[in-house]
């Protein structure tokens, strides 16, 4: 992936990489003749096929670690539900309990949480916009 | 306006680069492999797995150092085959000597594997990470010098092309069937993939000969591809049964 600056004919440069911590990643690249600067957003699933290929945007800034992308991205340790969230999964009307429950779970997988607690769930409500789950 | 490929400065990010370097380094890695031999078939249940430890430990005991990679990272049964400890740091050392990497090195007993992304959609990159994952499988391991190093692939053909554009060409393969019919048609599909991709075909072990299992699949697939089937295990193989598999090799 390139960016042209249309205006100035001149192919931009990579300026800056901010990982938001929400899986989504954003990159500036800007032109060197006009100083324009364009950010490039990608959402969840499109950083992540980046970071599947064991691949940086902006170039490696350390030395590849051996089984990086194994040790950074394999799920190990089973998720667990503390005694007080699933007594607050207990809550929620049964015809509704196992959508929810994967609802959090999902949320969990994505960032590598191994234990759900009332906190976690607190937390994905707002992230998610489930209140009232 | 101009397109991709006229623009041609210098990227900072040298994805191209960066895809280079991992293809180095199991390029480095591997050098001091002799022979990488691809232990297939198209058929799920056959016992390739089992055909590979049992080739592995063979092999070892003629005195040769033999590794072998598990590429079947959803259901890893390699460390099983060769008495690893669950717990061991790959490459681990397991039967005869033979050494192994697997999937189950990384998970937890029992544990599905699973990456850590949008669960959304997961489709789109899971193949990737698992490419990934066997490119760092290759290439991350400290092999040392080995004389063979076994792959075992799922069914499917799917992690053989993961292989050859891993490596950067065809391994050789050994194909494993049971005598069905049904089976001899799924393996049929992979062995013509296999040599349009340009592998050469080491052989064919027929697995499971002499119970239930009815048909002649071994040699009809022998016959149509013109190689020859190297070993019929029986349901109850002997030391000597590997033994006179890994002569041939």
Known sequence: MKFLCVECDQQMAFAERALAGDGTLAATFKCPKCGRVVAMLTNPMETQLVASLGVEIGGRTVPTEPFEMVHANVVTGSLSWSTDAQERLSRVPSFVRGIVKKIYADYAKERGITEITPAIMDTARAELGLEGM | ?249
């Open chain 2, 1 to 249: 306006m101009r397109t991709y490929h006229q623009l041609t400065d210098p990227d900072r990010s040298g994805l191209g680069d960066q895809i280079g370097a991992q293809r180095q380094r199991v390029a480095e890695r591997l050098a001091a492999v002799r022979r990488i031999v691809a232990v297939m078939s198209g058929k799920g249940g056959v016992g390739k797995s089992y055909v590979t430890a049992n080739l592995a430990r063979a092999l070892a005991r003629m005195g040769k150092p033999i590794g072998v990679l598990d590429a079947d990272l959803n259901g890893p049964t390699i460390p099983g085959l060769l008495q690893v400890p669950h717990t061991a740091q790959p490459p681990a050392i397991g039967l005869d000597g033979v050494k192994c990497i697997s999937m189950g090195h990384f998970l937890d007993e029992g544990a599905p594997l699973a990456f850590k992304g949008p669960a959304a959609e997961s489709f789109v990159w899971r193949g990737a990470m698992e490419a990934s994952a066997l490119r760092e499988f290759l290439g991350d391991v400290e092999w040392g010098s080995l004389d063979v190093l076994l792959l075992d692939l799922p069914p499917g053909m799917q992690r053989y092309s993961e292989l050859c554009d891993i490596l950067g060409n065809a391994p050789a393969v050994l194909t494993v069937t049971i005598p069905t019919p049904e089976s001899r048609d799924a393996v049929r599909r992979a062995m013509r993939a296999a040599v349009e991709h340009g592998s050469e075909l080491l052989g064919i072990v027929e697995n499971m000969v002499g119970g239930e299992l009815k048909g002649s699949a071994g040699d009809d697939l022998a016959a149509e591809f013109g190689t020859p089937v190297v070993a019929r295990v029986p349901w109850h193989p002997t030391p000597e049964t590997w033994n006179r598999l890994a002569a041939q090799l």
